[in-house]
């Protein structure tokens, strides 16, 4: 158990004790010096704090139980992990999400393939700042290879894309959509 339980559950053992102790010489006590008073409620009292000193006793000779362990989650790329130590989860990397797609040669001439005339590119990216240094890679890419590119940078698209790199043809443009952490 946890170190505040354990100290909950000795300050809890102590307070029935206690409880059961005053009212076990509070019994006696108004039985042997009041005997005007009724002898059942005296004896009420009596029997009342045997049974909470008796609890708590046996309170304080129960076994302790079993602490739950931490659960066990193993290192892989991008996960965390955690190690059964008694006192917590210690995290390794922070990052649980896949990793942001990147641009690579390959995506390049992948998207080049599907884009056989020189029609005009309208190029989106979507997300933060480092979303955004990859669409300038796809950006750098296509203008190198000879296409006319109009940039939209876009913070948040709904719904999301589903795909890192989306590719449409239409009749007059195509459309790349860049969003490295869709998943």
Aim: proline content about 8%; some cysteine.
């Amino acid at each position: 158990m946890c170190r505040r339980c354990d100290g909950l559950e000795s300050m809890l053992d102590r307070a029935i004790g206690l409880a059961g102790l005053a009212l076990t010489i509070i019994g006696v006590v108004m039985v042997t010096l009041f005997p005007i008073i009724d002898r059942k409620l005296a004896w009420a009292g009596f029997i009342f704090g045997l049974i909470l000193l008796g609890t708590s006793v046996g309170i304080a000779l129960m076994p302790e139980g079993q602490a739950q362990s931490p659960p066990a989650v193993y290192q892989g790329p991008g996960s965390a992990y955690s190690s059964g130590q008694q006192g917590g989860i210690t995290a390794g990397t922070v990052n649980i999400a896949p990793p942001r797609a990147a641009f690579s040669p390959q995506v390049g001439n992948d998207l080049l393939a599907h884009m056989p005339s020189r029609k005009s590119v309208v190029l989106n990216t979507v997300g933060g700042d480092a979303d955004q240094k990859v669409g300038d890679d796809v950006q750098q890419f296509l203008e190198g290879n000879g296409y006319s590119v109009q940039r939209r940078s876009i913070g948040m698209m709904a719904p999301p894309p589903d795909h890192p790199f989306s590719f449409s043809d239409n009749p007059n443009t195509y459309v790349i959509t860049v969003a490295p952490s869709a998943h």
